[in-house]
């Protein structure tokens, strides 16, 4: 048995899985924590499967506070599912605790474990194929919101500091240019131009939220349509999943976050930038889908804002890109040479297009302001 094998052997015994452990095998397309399925054979019983995952030590170090947002807004969200009737164990992930009572296990080597049952009958899509199937999205987002818009969001951690402070990734994008330390920023002259030509819009959001115009709320921040369990009969989203960077936020990073990665057709480093495009019919279908969800929750100043939340999120991940480039690709991983500068590129064109559709987009949220 290799080292990695038995600290899995550990880990498995270390919970109460109710049955034998028939199997645990790698899972899914994560690249951040290591997931695994655990298959256990309960005794004149169909298979029970659950999610076995590791904490990523690099993204997270402090598994503690991270564990406790992620218990205390799943067990609020389980009982929001139980008032309205709904099925808590499909509409709500639920951490189970370890034989020893704590929110997760540390292993030997001080890896940090945590547990989940397996949600049966639904899949995680990697892609919007169709606008269905992105707006069924946008509905789930849409009321994750609205089971949270009560749940105290000063009570959270920031799990990633400044995660999406627009501010403070201009601040470090600057002295990444002035640094230079590659010399790379000669040949992504347009790219920086680009980004100090909106050097005001990275306040636009927080000033807003300064000036009281924008709530914080409970914020999911990395609203990916693989975040979404689907129901695989029905196609509706059943389970909102992934709950790692729930903090204190403001909703219009969701909104635009998904908007960012769904409303367009194109690769995230594609290098056609003919191709990337924003498709305002997406924007309209998730739109529409999102505040549905939302059941009214969302103020009218939080509706105006949110073709704000597609450019800044689609902005800041640039930003986030050529940063990345410039110190020389030490936090985004890459296949290629000048991928996270193709990356931005797409970003940037995407924010070029959103500006140029601007006033339909304006029309699109009027239509649901108060």
């Known amino acids: 048995m290799t080292p990695a094998e038995q600290t899995l052997q550990e880990v498995l015994e270390a919970f109460d899985f109710g049955a034998p452990v028939v199997g ?172 100090l030509a909106r050097e005001a819009d990275c306040s636009v959001a927080l000033n807003a939220m300064r000036a009281g115009r924008l709530p914080v709320r409970v914020t999911h921040n990395d609203t990916k349509l693989n975040n979404v369990l689907m129901d695989d009969r029905s196609g509706e989203g059943v389970c909102i999943i992934d709950l790692d960077t729930v903090m204190p936020g403001l909703v219009i990073y969701d909104f635009g976050d998904s908007i960012r990665f769904g409303a367009n057709h194109c690769a995230e480093d594609e290098t056609d930038l003919s191709k990337v495009n924003l498709d305002t019919e997406l924007f309209k279908a998730y739109t529409a889908a999102f505040l549905e969800g939302t059941e009214g929750s969302l103020t009218d100043e939080e509706i105006a804002y949110l073709p704000w939340g597609a450019k800044l999120m689609t902005l800041e991940c640039g930003i986030r890109f050529l940063t990345d480039y410039l110190v020389g690709d030490e936090y985004f991983h890459i296949a290629r040479e000048k991928q996270n500068l193709d990356r931005c590129r797409t970003q940037f064109k995407l924010v070029a297009d959103m500006e140029a559709h601007w006033p339909e987009l304006e029309a699109i949220v009027g239509n649901y302001r108060k």
């Open 24 to 195: 645990a095998i790698r899972y899914g397309h994560g690249h951040i924590n290591d997931t695994f399925v655990v298959h256990t054979q309960p005794e004149n019983q169909c298979c029970r499967r659950f999610i076995l995952q590791r904490m990523s030590s690099a993204a997270f170090k402090r598994p503690d506070q991270l564990m406790e947002n992620i218990i205390g807004v799943t067990e609020y969200l389980g009982k929001q599912v139980e008032a309205y009737g709904g099925d808590r164990g499909r509409e709500a992930m639920e951490v189970l605790r370890p034989k020893n009572g704590q929110p997760y296990y540390t292993d030997s080597q001080n890896g940090a474990w945590r547990l989940y049952p397996f949600v049966e009958h639904t899949v995680c899509r990697q892609a919007a194929d169709t606008p269905e199937l992105f707006a069924a999205s946008g509905r789930a987002f849409g009321r994750f919101q609205q089971l949270l818009k009560d749940y105290p969001a000063e009570t959270l951690y920031e799990t990633i500091p400044n995660f999406h402070n627009t501010e403070d990734r201009l601040k470090k994008f600057k002295e990444a240019v002035q640094a230079d330390k590659l010399g790379r920023a000669a040949e992504c002259g347009a790219e920086i131009d680009f980004v």
